[in-house]
């Protein structure tokens, strides 16, 4: 257990750091647009780029990993849809929000960093797979179904427009791509430029925790919102042994990609959800709440899937 204290406890203290930043310091959340420009647009995009680009083009194009990895969370998506929306009496858009804060996981901002580290750049794969096919039936999703409630009064063929450009345009799904591209090809850099993307690649994961630290402290708690009750023990509990189940059923999968895909899963809210739900004017402070509350126990949930892991208590194939 020591060794996974190791492991989490720097990890979480970045984020950490960058909550008590926010609340000590005196600067708004405008001070953040350049550090988050760099998150978004070159240092995770390096990342995604160096790991993808090493990998042999076999292992880039597992459809049945990802298929099982997207039925598994969106049965959670589908879930609490019906449970915000029949059970709860909420009306689409906020039956919408609650969905994805119960399945859209922080696989952007803590995903690499948390699964290079836990399990080496051998976890780069299932990661970019998982938050490539994910993040974009996410972007799918969320104005679907606000259009359908007559939330998003676009024509049909601008709100398809805007989703598609928002998947193919956005930086972490291109630089997957032209890492896709650059394994197939067998693309080696220069050693300039490798150095120039390794020392960008480093600097993600630190940039990116303590920029969600600053974030969350600049969206106070101010009430715990009673689907809380429900949306956390599914997001932290259920998803992950979902995902576990759902793979361990399709295939016999490589152990470390069956783990990573249960790592990512367990972790809390994204911040998108807040995003979205500003968006749409929708669920906004429930969506900072579920956030807040989500990320502070997932210490003990990411630490407790670790846990399983390297000691041998969660076997990779549930049905060898």
Same mark, same amino acid.
């Given at each position: 257990?020591?060794?996974?204290?190791?492991?989490?406890?720097?990890?979480?203290?970045?984020?950490l750091?960058g909550?008590?930043?926010?609340?000590l310091g005196?600067?708004?959340?405008?001070?953040l647009?350049w550090?988050?420009?760099?998150?978004?647009?070159?240092?995770?995009?390096?990342?995604?780029?160096k790991?993808?680009?090493?990998t042999p *083009?076999?292992?880039?194009?597992? @459809?049945?990993?990802i !298929?099982?990895?997207? /039925? =598994?969370?969106?049965?959670? &998506?589908?879930?609490v849809?019906?449970?915000?929306?029949?059970?709860r009496?909420?009306?689409?858009?906020?039956?919408?929000?609650?969905s994805?804060?119960?399945c859209?996981?922080?696989?952007?901002?803590m995903?690499?960093?948390?699964?290079?580290?836990?399990?080496?750049?051998e976890?780069a794969?299932?990661v970019?797979?998982?938050?490539?096919?994910?993040?974009?039936?996410?972007?799918?999703?969320a104005p679907?179904?606000?259009?359908f409630?007559?939330?998003?009064?676009?024509?049909p063929?601008i709100?398809?427009w805007?989703v598609?450009?928002? *998947?193919?345009?956005?930086?972490? @799904?291109?630089?997957? !791509?032209?890492?896709? /591209? =650059?394994?197939a090809?067998? &693309?080696?850099?220069?050693?300039?430029?490798?150095r120039l993307?390794?020392?960008?690649?480093?600097a993600a994961a630190?940039c990116?925790l303590?920029a969600?630290?600053?974030?969350?402290?600049?969206?106070?708690?101010?009430?715990i919102?009673?689907?809380i009750?429900y949306?956390?023990?599914?997001?932290?509990?259920?998803?992950?042994?979902?995902?576990?189940?759902?793979l361990?059923?399709?295939?016999?999968?490589?152990?470390l990609?069956?783990?990573?895909?249960v790592?990512?899963?367990?972790?809390?809210?994204?911040t998108?959800v807040?995003?979205i739900?500003?968006?749409?004017?929708?669920?906004?402070?429930r !969506?900072s709440?579920?956030?807040?509350?989500?990320t502070?126990l997932?210490?003990?949930s990411?630490?407790?899937?670790?846990y399983a892991?390297?000691?041998?208590l969660?076997?990779?194939?549930?049905?060898?």
């Amino acid at each position: 257990m020591a060794d996974i204290v190791a492991l989490v406890m720097p990890f979480f203290g970045m984020i950490l750091l960058g909550y008590v930043s926010g609340r000590l310091g005196k600067l708004s959340a405008d001070a953040l647009g350049w550090l988050n420009f760099l998150i978004i647009y070159i240092a995770l995009p390096a990342l995604f780029f160096k790991l993808v680009s090493r990998t042999p *083009i076999e292992q880039l194009t597992r @459809i049945d990993f990802i !298929a099982a990895a997207l /039925a =598994a969370t969106y049965s959670i &998506f589908v879930f609490v849809f019906l449970i915000g929306r029949f059970i709860r009496g909420s009306n689409i858009p906020e039956s919408t929000l609650q969905s994805l804060a119960a399945c859209y996981g922080n696989i952007g901002y803590m995903g690499p960093g948390l699964a290079l580290l836990a399990f080496g750049e051998e976890a780069a794969v299932p990661v970019a797979l998982v938050f490539c096919f994910e993040n974009a039936m996410h972007f799918i999703a969320a104005p679907a179904l606000m259009a359908f409630a007559g939330g998003d009064k676009r024509p049909p063929l601008i709100l398809a427009w805007d989703v598609i450009r928002k *998947i193919i345009t956005h930086p972490f @799904i291109i630089a997957t !791509a032209v890492g896709f /591209a =650059a394994a197939a090809i067998e &693309f080696q850099p220069p050693l300039a430029l490798q150095r120039l993307i390794d020392n960008f690649a480093q600097a993600a994961a630190p940039c990116a925790l303590f920029a969600m630290g600053v974030t969350l402290a600049l969206r106070p708690l101010k009430r715990i919102p009673v689907e809380i009750s429900y949306i956390v023990p599914i997001k932290l509990v259920l998803h992950p042994i979902l995902v576990y189940v759902v793979l361990s059923f399709v295939g016999d999968f490589d152990p470390l990609w069956v783990y990573v895909a249960v790592l990512l899963a367990s972790l809390p809210t994204a911040t998108n959800v807040f995003v979205i739900g500003q968006q749409y004017g929708v669920w906004q402070e429930r !969506a900072s709440a579920t956030i807040m509350i989500t990320t502070v126990l997932s210490v003990l949930s990411v630490s407790l899937v670790l846990y399983a892991i390297k000691s041998g208590l969660l076997p990779p194939d549930l049905f060898p």
